[in-house]
């Protein structure tokens, strides 16, 4: 029986897709220095690296694919979170504070080796990231505080300081999962909210 092209094309992205997999696997697992394409094809379960080779031109293709993975996960988790907010009761930029630091806790805490694989590749400096990059990833954090402070809900503050102090507080969890791993992130979130809603509304 004759495949088709499209057959073909399903069964590569499939194909890419366990290689992610396994790749996040075994950077969670053993970190980044270890990830071989041997130990990636063995954990995958592929006769061999030509397999992974066909389909990544090289180890740093195969990592940016790694990092969007992750990053387009979060981005789903949270457009989810998002929507449940918008036919819930609470509305406005504190509600909208609290479940972007819910949120991300949360996604965090039920991703545990893909968060820690994304930490591994940026600490061994694998990824492009630069001042640009992370501009972009606390600025919609920094628009709810300018949202919160036009509307009057929010104190008068520095948008840009204490955006950034809410996301490296975030940022900071993979790490202490890895030295507490029975955290309770429901916790950690709460204490979060608590901390920060208390720093930026607008009445004592």
Request: proline share 3%; glycine share 6%.
């Amino acid at each position: 029986m004759q495949v088709t092209s499209a057959e073909r094309s399903a069964a590569a992205t499939a194909r890419r897709a366990q290689i992610v997999s396994s790749t996040i696997e075994v950077i969670a697992e053993s970190g980044y220095g270890q990830a071989s394409f041997a130990r990636i094809a063995e954990h995958a379960g592929l006769s061999s690296t030509r397999l992974i080779s066909y389909h990544f031109a090289g180890k740093g293709e195969l990592i940016a694919a790694v990092a969007g993975e992750v990053m387009a996960s979060v981005g789903a988790f949270m457009a989810e979170r998002r929507q449940q907010l918008e036919q819930g009761e609470q509305h406005g930029a504190a509600a909208q504070l609290r479940a972007y630091i819910e949120g991300v806790v949360a996604f965090v805490d039920s991703h545990q080796p893909q968060m820690k694989a994304l930490t591994e590749i940026l600490l061994a400096g694998a990824l492009d990231y630069d001042a640009h990059t992370d501009r972009r990833v606390v600025s919609p954090l920094e628009q709810i505080l300018r949202d919160g402070q036009a509307s009057g809900e929010f104190r008068d503050f520095d948008p840009v300081v204490t955006a950034t102090a809410i996301q490296r507080a975030i940022d900071a969890l993979p790490f202490l999962l890895a030295s507490t791993p029975d955290l309770d992130c429901e916790h950690y979130a709460h204490e979060l909210v608590t901390l920060f809603e208390l720093g930026t509304r607008s009445r004592p």
